[in-house]
């Protein structure tokens, strides 16, 4: 089953070709990055415009990289939300277009349930339950999945995403944009014990980032001479604290002995090397899907469009997208 995924819900325009729902055969992401760069963030009309002109040689890429023809494409995936509405129709409108001419099924896509895919991409056989993190631009949840399509949402953040508080503080340090990548690699030259940020800890699985980012920007208000590479691996850790020790909490009350990391956000090397040493402490395994996987890409799209063509069938073309949808 040769399934071709398209993501454009946000910056990234991404195609890839996925066999039986978990063999890659081409993984294809154009990044807006430099496009949006010059305005500290992304800015929707831009995005959709830019997606507009790169769906169609991505897709190309795709097909052309995996050596498939479209002819021997069995299904259609693409993200129909979350996202900015104007670029998720685009890769909406791509993939119910190549599922007309080709007469194969079109499958909607959850994106944040595609995160949660990207580990069985990786590992088919992941020991379940799995407690999961997921940690991106937009959202911060705590995950546990007992099996395919089978998942509670344990816990959330009350107010900033974990990967919107890292774009926050390095827009303020002068980093740029995106801002996790830039604190990531100036955090590894700096004194992550330098500087006592706080540790929110709000409802027990719940996850809270604008006090942090507050913090932050007082302190360097106040002390415009203290080592910027110190400030950004000090809010780092204290973001990777709050993570990691909610993540475990989740995996004692659900039994799980997996940890999995999802989202942009687990692309970052101290909150992969904690949850990493978290595991071997617990007796747990972890997962932690390569970088490229856990950003946004279109692998993870066509990985969940191959299970959701199984439970749920084809998605009638008439159907559109929802930007402001949820996991459950
Ligand atoms: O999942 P993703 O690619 O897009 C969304 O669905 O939001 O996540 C993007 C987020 C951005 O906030 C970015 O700063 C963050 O993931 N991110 C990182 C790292 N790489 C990406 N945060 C911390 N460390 C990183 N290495
Ligand atoms: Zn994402």
Same mark, same amino acid.
């Given at each position: 089953?040769?399934?071709?995924?398209?993501?454009?819900?946000?910056?990234?325009?991404?195609?890839? $070709?996925?066999?039986?729902?978990?063999?890659?055969?081409?993984?294809?992401?154009?990044?807006?990055?430099?496009?949006?760069?010059?305005?500290?963030?992304?800015?929707?009309?831009?995005?959709?415009?830019?997606?507009?002109?790169?769906?169609?040689?991505?897709?190309?890429?795709?097909?052309?990289?995996?050596?498939?023809?479209?002819?021997?494409?069995?299904?259609?995936?693409?993200?129909?939300?979350?996202?900015?509405?104007?670029?998720?129709?685009?890769?909406?409108?791509?993939?119910?277009?190549?599922?007309?001419?080709?007469?194969?099924?079109?499958?909607?896509?959850?994106?944040?349930?595609?995160?949660?895919?990207?580990?069985?991409?990786?590992?088919?056989?992941?020991?379940?339950?799995?407690?999961?993190?997921?940690?991106?631009?937009?959202?911060?949840?705590?995950?546990?999945?007992?099996?395919?399509?089978?998942?509670?949402?344990?816990?959330?953040?009350?107010?900033?995403?974990?990967?919107?508080?890292?774009?926050?503080?390095?827009?303020?340090?002068?980093?740029?944009?995106?801002?996790?990548?830039?604190?990531?690699?100036?955090?590894?030259?700096?004194?992550?014990?330098?500087?006592?940020?706080?540790?929110?800890?709000?409802?027990?699985?719940?996850?809270?980032?604008?006090?942090?980012?507050?913090?932050?920007?007082?302190?360097?208000?106040?002390?415009?001479?203290?080592? $910027?590479?110190?400030?950004?691996?000090?809010?780092?850790?204290?973001?990777?604290?709050?993570?990691?020790?909610?993540?475990?909490?989740?995996?004692?009350?659900?039994?799980?002995?997996?940890?999995?990391?999802?989202?942009?956000?687990?692309?970052?090397?101290?909150?992969?090397?904690?949850?990493?040493?978290?595991?071997?402490?617990?007796?747990?395994?972890?997962?932690?899907?390569?970088?490229?996987?856990?950003?946004?890409?279109?692998?993870?799209?066509?990985?969940?469009?191959?299970?959701?063509?199984?439970?749920?069938?084809?998605?009638?073309?008439?159907?559109?997208?929802?930007?402001?949808?949820?996991?459950?």
């Amino acid at each position: 089953m040769i399934i071709l995924g398209i993501e454009t819900s946000c910056d990234e325009t991404a195609a890839a $070709i996925v066999a039986d729902g978990h063999r890659i055969m081409s993984s294809v992401v154009s990044s807006q990055i430099e496009l949006h760069a010059p305005y500290g963030g992304v800015v929707p009309e831009v995005a959709s415009r830019a997606h507009v002109e790169l769906v169609n040689p991505v897709v190309a890429d795709a097909l052309g990289e995996a050596g498939v023809e479209l002819g021997d494409v069995d299904a259609i995936g693409a993200t129909y939300g979350p996202g900015l509405a104007g670029a998720l129709l685009v890769g909406v409108s791509a993939a119910k277009a190549l599922a007309l001419v080709t007469g194969r099924p079109y499958v909607q896509v959850n994106h944040l349930e595609a995160h949660l895919y990207a580990g069985w991409l990786e590992d088919p056989e992941l020991r379940s339950p799995l407690a999961v993190l997921l940690a991106s631009g937009g959202h911060t949840l705590l995950v546990v999945i007992r099996g395919h399509g089978d998942y509670d949402v344990l816990g959330q953040t009350v107010d900033d995403a974990a990967g919107e508080a890292f774009d926050k503080v390095a827009r303020y340090l002068g980093l740029g944009y995106p801002g996790g990548p830039a604190i990531d690699r100036l955090a590894s030259t700096g004194d992550r014990d330098a500087f006592a940020f706080p540790r929110a800890m709000p409802g027990e699985l719940d996850f809270s980032f604008s006090g942090l980012k507050t913090s932050v920007v007082t302190f360097v208000r106040r002390n415009p001479g203290a080592p $910027i590479a110190d400030v950004a691996a000090s809010f780092q850790e204290a973001v990777v604290d709050q993570l990691v020790s909610k993540l475990v909490a989740a995996a004692d009350e659900h039994g799980a002995p997996t940890l999995v990391l999802a989202g942009g956000v687990a692309a970052n090397s101290r909150l992969r090397a904690r949850v990493a040493d978290a595991a071997a402490a617990t007796g747990r395994a972890a997962f932690l899907p390569p970088p490229e996987l856990c950003t946004d890409n279109a692998a993870m799209i066509a990985a969940t469009a191959y299970y959701r063509l199984a439970s749920d069938g084809p998605t009638p073309l008439d159907a559109g997208v929802a930007p402001a949808l949820s996991l459950t």
